[in-house]
């Protein structure tokens, strides 16, 4: 099911389009600021403590002396609910058959044989299992009225060509996880990895976590294949697949990279699909990005409709971060990590040079995520240029002048897919081998334009660490969050489905139809809190 709806009007607010803010389900209790002990006639009354809750009092606590000596209290407010263990999660009261407002999973059930799961007898070794009919809220915020920021598309933009469209999206996500009855016996799974698409930090890790994963559950060692150098590995006679051992993925995640190798284009469902019949294949995962998935989508389609009963399964790999609906994807934070420290070195290359510019290239095709995130993140950025917002070359050059003047020097972030609207003409157009647009290399008519403009009297550093930023592992919280994808997807395909991805969606870990993903890609909002806080952190003025 495509949850997509063109035009601008909010499924949320099309919802409840007279926004009733809701009854509060539980007491708004007014926070207590510091107040001063020994109050004067003109100083306002001290906020009274709320009354005391079904636990405790509230105490006033001595947090400091003022500059008159004295004494400054906090008066925390009493918990309003009783902590008792193992309460915590609400249980659904919704009937088995009841029709439900949720992402709805394809899956394979009725052609498989249920069975305990392996974990069953220690609880997953005391960390429980996963109910089918778990869910995870899609919709966290309610908004007060049509004006809150964000309420305009509560769900999500997205770009189909030139037309913005907001996502409409249900109420829930089914949560992740492993479930007490899987839909395989793990004796006799055969499975493949594949890697597709550009390098993305944690490819590795999420191979070795889908492989330890498996092993776990006790499929065979000899039983789960590398497909090498992308889908095309499926089918091309000099690459054969490899046995993917435990041995073989170990510390595999401290490399960047990935072990099986990557590629775009070539790819061919049918054969793909013969490969996985010949092959006896039940579950196939696919780390890639909107392409990727959209090839694992063909897959599961092209299964069903030759009779092939294999879980396909995706995994959303962009560097980029353009995967609608996902909170973050693996390898993005690591990505950001890495570009801060090149606009850093940019930071001071120009502020050791007379009138220095320190320009600084960033990967973004169309969506400017990792640009907008290092500029923040680093705090020395002047200007950030994405591809989602045009911008006019002679007041960039304006402008960049001007803080020079104000301050010797400047800093400038660009995403490569920025500026498009400026280079038309240098870029030979057309598109590579997986159908992505090739773009004009917008970082050289940069330089050359600003030289030209400060008529040399400037210094330029230009800086392109692309490639360099990509080829890296991933940094602490990736790694983390690649081993929960990988194990996430393993938990999916036992669990019987089919034509899914996995993914952190408001911090909570869920499959989605993949279908709901790759309608278009996830881009930066122009109007949305977040580019908004970063021009006013830097100050940047409009240049469309
Ligand atoms: N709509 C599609 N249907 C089937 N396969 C696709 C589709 N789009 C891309 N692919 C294939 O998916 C693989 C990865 O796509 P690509 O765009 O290169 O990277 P990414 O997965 O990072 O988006 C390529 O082999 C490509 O041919
Ligand atoms: O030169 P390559 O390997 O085609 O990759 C360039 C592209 O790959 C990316 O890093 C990631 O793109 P994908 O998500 O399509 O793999 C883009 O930012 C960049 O435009």
Known sequence: MLYRRAGAQSPALRDRSVVVPPAPRHAVIPHCKATETGSS??????????????????????VGQAPDGKKVVSVTPPPQYTATPYTAGRVSSASLDEEEDVLPLRNLRKHLKPMDSPFVVDNNRGGGFVGDRDRVRLHTVEYESQESAGAFCADGIATFGDEDVCLVLPEWAIRCGPRKTIYADPTQVSAAVVTCGGLCPGLNDVIQNIVYTLRDYGVPEDNILGIKYGLRGFYERDEKPITLTSEMVDGVHLK???MLGTSRGGANIKEIVRRIDLWGLNMVFVIGGNGGNAAAHAIAEECEASGVVCSV????????????LVDRCFGFETAVEEAQRALLAAKVEASSAHHGIGLVKLMGRQSGFIAMQASMASGVVDVCLIPEIQFDLQKLNEYVAKVIERKGHCVVCLAEGAGQNVVKGASKGGTDASGNPILADIGPIVKDSLKDYLKGNCDIKYIDPTYMIRAIPTTTNDRVYCKVLGQGAVHGAFAGYTDITVGLVNTHYVYMPIQTIIQAPRRVNPTGRRWNRLVSAIGQPNFS
């Open 41 to 62: 006639k003109s100083a306002p009354a001290p906020p009274k403590p709320p009354k005391p809750g079904p636990v405790g009092a509230s105490v006033p606590v001595t």
């Open 256 to 258: 960047g990279g990935t």
């Open 313 to 324: 399964v995706g995994v959303p790999k962009s560097i980029d971060n353009d995967i609608l």
